[in-house]
């Protein structure tokens, strides 16, 4: 256990003192709040621009009114078109054309302009017109107040989810919260999984190839090195996750308060005084979406998702850095791997799809039968607890993981032991097969 604890020493202070470590764990948080605040600010920037100049030729005069206010456009209205507004020197960006009745005629509208016209300003010119040709055509009809009950008819029924208890009372619950949650922890597995398992694979063969293996096999047996291996880049990764989930939070909340990453610049600053009031007592109490978010979230089986969660990461990372290993030790070059990482790579996508698949239906078949499968069940399983699972379902899946998690550590033993000193000659499967056997 000594040498195991020394061998992780090692793999952990190797790794986490490389200079291209400290610095994409440093800068990671930045360039992720970064993609986050840039386009709030841009917004904010469009939103200060000098409205756009736009003529509007409109020889019907029914239109004109229908278009709303909007900050980035500022319209000229006239009944016929200006020899000066298609001019070089025109003061306008683009020239909207009504020709006649567009609720017979939907395609007498052109818009022209000196260059290509701007997306923002089609869609405007379509979105207002379509409402002004609707209600049009619904005065054509001649039925009095047609439009008020057409409006009136168009309601989105909107279904609140509740969760009964044992005893038959509605609890608060969120679907949408819950899939979020599973699909967010079961993206953390995939993603760890995907980077430090091949990371595994990286460091096994640039030691085997760098001849050092031969010096290390002399003082600790190969196993004790493969797991020493395995926990120690583990670490890093739990370390460099622990780095960027405080730094992220960090920068988003001084962000936050700074610049006000909001939909509206005075946001964060009513936010903050409601949060100050609600200290003193003071406060209204939060919007119905929020309370309810809040219970909902509270409603939810937080302490076993966290528990199923740890769990069911560590068995996934053993169970796939164990082959990986295996993968490095008996390989003598890059290109090597490619015939035998594949499957792992495209095991773990399918289980990516099965759990995005499962979270329509977390009690289906799919769902069911993929998170007992030990090499998809550390994601599939992840996006069925959160809306709740029988408890003999989550002890088979987690023993079938871990049994095979197990198994898998052992064969890739046999393999490790061999095969990091097996140079020069790509092996076969059945040469593999064979060093399994090997005592």
């Not at 009114?65 to 025109?90: E, G, I, M, Q, W």
């Not at 016209?117 to 619904?138: G, M, T, W």
């Not at 460099?240 to 988003?252: E, K, S």
Request: with cysteine; net charge neutral.
């Amino acid at each position: 256990m000594n040498k195991i604890l020394l061998i992780i020493r090692r793999e952990f202070l190797t790794r986490v003192r490389k200079t291209s470590f400290i610095v994409l764990t440093l800068l990671m948080p930045f360039l992720f709040v970064g993609i986050i605040a840039t386009p709030v600010l841009l917004s904010r920037i469009g939103n200060d621009e000098t409205a756009r100049q736009i003529a509007l030729i409109d020889p019907t005069g029914r239109y004109a009114a229908a278009f709303k206010p909007d900050a980035r456009f500022s319209l000229t209205v006239d009944s016929v078109l200006r020899p000066n507004y298609k001019s070089a020197d025109s003061p306008f960006e683009a020239v909207v054309e009504i020709r006649g009745d567009l609720s017979r005629h939907p395609d007498a509208l052109s818009i022209s302009g000196a260059k290509e016209v701007q997306p923002d300003l089609i869609d405007y010119v379509e979105n207002n017109l379509d409402e002004a040709v609707r209600q049009e055509k619904l005065q054509h009809y001649n039925i009095p107040q047609l439009n008020v009950i057409v409006s009136d008819m168009q309601r989105n029924v909107k279904a609140h989810t509740n969760k009964w208890d044992a005893n038959g009372r509605d609890t608060t619950s969120s679907t949408t919260l819950a899939r979020v949650i599973g699909l967010a922890t079961t993206m953390l597995i995939y993603l760890f999984v995907m980077s430090y398992g091949m990371m595994v694979l990286q460091g096994v063969l640039e030691e085997k190839t760098n001849r050092i293996m031969e010096i290390m096999v002399s003082s600790v047996r190969p196993f004790q090195l493969m797991m020493g291996k395995i926990i120690g880049i583990a670490l890093v990764g739990i370390t460099q996750l622990a780095i960027w989930g405080t730094l992220i939070t960090l920068l988003l909340t001084v962000g936050s308060v700074l610049f006000g990453f909001s939909a509206d610049g005075g946001a964060t600053a009513t936010h903050a005084a409601a949060a100050g009031a609600q200290l003193q007592g003071t406060a209204p109490a939060l919007p119905e979406d929020i309370t309810q978010a809040l219970t909902a979230a509270l409603n939810l089986p937080l302490l076993e998702i966290l528990v199923c969660f740890v769990l069911y990461f560590i068995g996934g990372y053993l169970l796939f850095a164990s082959f990986l290993a295996a993968v490095g030790s008996s390989v003598n070059s890059q290109e090597d791997t490619t015939q035998f990482t594949l499957p792992v790579t495209l095991l773990l996508i399918f289980g990516m799809y099965a759990s995005i698949g499962s979270s329509s239906n977390t009690d289906g078949p799919l769902a069911f039968w993929t998170s007992l499968f030990p090499l998809t069940s550390p994601m599939v399983m992840m996006v069925r607890i959160p809306f709740g699972v029988p408890l003999w379902q989550e002890l088979l899946s987690l023993t079938l993981l871990y049994a095979s998690a197990f198994g898998m550590t052992w064969l890739a033993g046999k393999i490790y032991r061999v095969g990091i000193l097996m140079y020069g000659k790509k092996p076969t499967v059945r040469e593999i097969l064979k060093w399994v056997r090997y005592r």
